[in-house]
């Protein structure tokens, strides 16, 4: 049995930056269940300067129960060129990894990397001091994202011990790839802290918030950018003229890839603390993410927890969490079937009920604390074995 896991991440949240949100929640879910959580995650001191991305205190610890020994988190300051001085950048990387993981208290039963490249990064730890590597592999598309190839990285290939996939797509990437034959992975789709995303009373939020009780709202959360689909759902609500649709467009754009929607109706538009998302989502009526690439989408769970029938994207991804029974599933790159989804919703109360009902039930196997048991039993076996 572990009683300690060391992981590695290219991002961690506090509450003003919820960055990698998906990576606490896993953290807390490990630690609650008795487990000493280390986390290792660079912040790039160029962005902060830049950019003016916020910056994390280089160590906080986090004890959510006097009898558990809680998460350690190590934010080393890193310093990143981009692309142009790569070799200088993956220096410095290296550099604040190896200094974070000297500070480690102990040395951790198990080492995790979340997604592909951080487990590659955290693979000479492990293998200096003959720890299981495990890699979590959630990437929106796995094998643009590692440009590395499988007879350059064998050494790491054969060290890792096991593989957790968010999706069914994930694992066939990261087999077609060349990165594992399959039999050492399992699927295990993202989940939701279900103390903060469930299903509330609709008008009663409308009523403190302002909005009005009889609108119809779509709610839409991700990044501005071509890959989420902000634009297109934009579009698509404009083509309806024939329908009173307001919208919440909860995020932001990144960097050059700002895509910002300007239809009429928006309610509201731009970040929201994850604290203060359920209560938006719960005052919608519907979700709508035409999202080209995920791994297994976090705010697609979230939505299906506050009981929101999904429009989403009819691509193997979405595939493990999403079928009739609680979306309808569109080409997301088509903006007509978009409008035609959400007029469909729009005009069928009974659809919308039908829906909703269908994604309560789906969100109930979707729970953080059930995930955290599936990795630590995959983990358990596989050391085991």
């Not at 910002?260 to 928006?266: L, N």
């Not at 429009?311 to 080409?331: E, M, Q, R, Y």
Request: with cysteine.
């Amino acid at each position: 049995m572990i009683k300690s896991i060391c992981i590695l991440s290219v991002g961690y949240p506090t509450p003003t930056d919820p960055y990698f949100a998906f990576v606490e929640q896993i953290a807390i879910a490990l630690s609650n269940k008795g487990i000493k959580v280390f986390v290792v995650s660079p912040q790039s001191i160029v962005k902060h300067w830049l950019r003016g991305k916020e910056l994390h205190p280089k160590f906080r610890h986090y004890n959510y129960d006097e009898h558990k020994p809680g998460i350690f988190v190590y934010q080393p300051y890193n310093i990143s060129f981009g692309n142009s001085f790569e070799k200088l950048s993956r220096w410095f990387r290296d550099l604040a990894i190896k200094k974070a993981l000297k500070q480690l208290p102990e040395k951790p039963d198990v080492c995790y990397g979340h997604f592909w490249h951080s487990a590659l990064w955290l693979y000479p730890y492990a293998r200096e001091n003959k720890i299981p590597l495990f890699v979590a592999c959630g990437e929106s598309n796995v094998i643009a994202e590692n440009p590395y190839k499988p007879e350059d990285i064998r050494e790491f290939l054969d060290y890792v011990s096991g593989v957790i996939c968010v999706s069914s797509k994930n694992k066939e990437e990261s087999v077609e790839a060349g990165f594992t034959d399959g039999a050492n992975c399992i699927v295990i789709p993202n989940a939701i802290n279900a103390n903060l995303f469930f299903k509330k009373d609709k008008n009663a939020l409308r009523e403190k918030y302002g909005y009005g009780k009889d609108d119809f709202i779509v709610a839409y959360c991700g990044a501005f950018e071509h890959r989420k689909g902000s634009i297109r759902l934009s579009h698509a609500i404009d083509s309806l003229n024939d329908c009173d649709i307001k919208t919440f467009f909860i995020g932001k754009g990144l960097d050059y890839r700002l895509e910002e929607p300007t239809c009429k109706g928006i309610l509201f538009k731009g970040p929201l603390g994850h604290e203060m998302l359920p209560d938006y989502l719960n005052m919608a009526d519907v979700f709508c993410l035409p999202t080209l690439q995920e791994g297994c989408c976090n705010a697609i769970i979230e939505a299906l927890a506050c009981g929101l029938p999904v429009v989403s994207s009819d691509k193997s991804f979405n595939h493990d969490i999403l079928d009739a029974s609680n979306s309808i599933l569109i080409d997301p790159m088509d903006e007509v079937a978009i409008a035609g989804a959400l007029k469909r919703l729009y005009e069928d109360k009974d659809l919308r009920s039908q829906l909703s009902k269908g994604a309560l039930k789906t969100a109930e196997s979707l729970k953080i604390e059930e995930r955290a048991e599936r990795v630590v039993d995959f983990i358990n076996k596989r050391l085991s074995n």
